[in-house]
């Protein structure tokens, strides 16, 4: 292969890449999560170098546990942020196998986020599952 046609391919997979990332207003992969294992907590942060919109939902164990013995709780919680460059949005009580029965008790049980481009929205299709739209 010659080092032109090397060359096109190169800038055409770039700018396809370039392409993609400004029209596909999914942004996803700019939130960060980061454990610290000591508290047993977890933080969601924006990475990317733009603002993005971010929908973020929980379950409570304490709520799903109330659940069980009939109460009306348990239900997704959501919150919607518009994250700056670097901005940590969101940190949840989360646990591992060295938590405390108290932390198991208060920690979030599950939870899911969707992150876009400002000016889109996240809509879960299906527990974990969105897409953005305007």
């Known amino acids: 292969m010659s080092f032109r046609f090397l060359l096109v391919v190169g800038l055409l997979a770039v700018g396809w890449f370039f392409w993609q990332s400004q029209v596909d207003p999914t942004r996803q992969q700019c939130i960060s999560v ?9 933080s969601f942060r924006n990475t990317c170098d733009e603002p993005v919109y971010v ?5 409570l164990s304490m709520g799903e546990l109330g659940q069980l013995f009939g109460m009306d709780t348990g239900d997704w919680s959501c919150t919607d942020h518009n994250a700056t460059p670097g901005q940590s949005f969101m940190t949840i009580k989360w ?16 939870y899911a986020f969707g992150s876009c481009r400002i000016g889109y929205r996240v809509v879960f299709v299906d527990e974990g599952n969105f897409k953005c739209e305007q």
Do not use: G, Y
């Open 34 to 42: 980061e454990d610290d294992v000591n508290w047993s907590f977890r």
């Open 55 to 59: 929908r973020f939902c929980q379950k």
């Open 95 to 110: 646990t591992h196998e060295q938590s405390s029965a108290a932390s198991v008790v208060l920690s979030t049980s599950r």
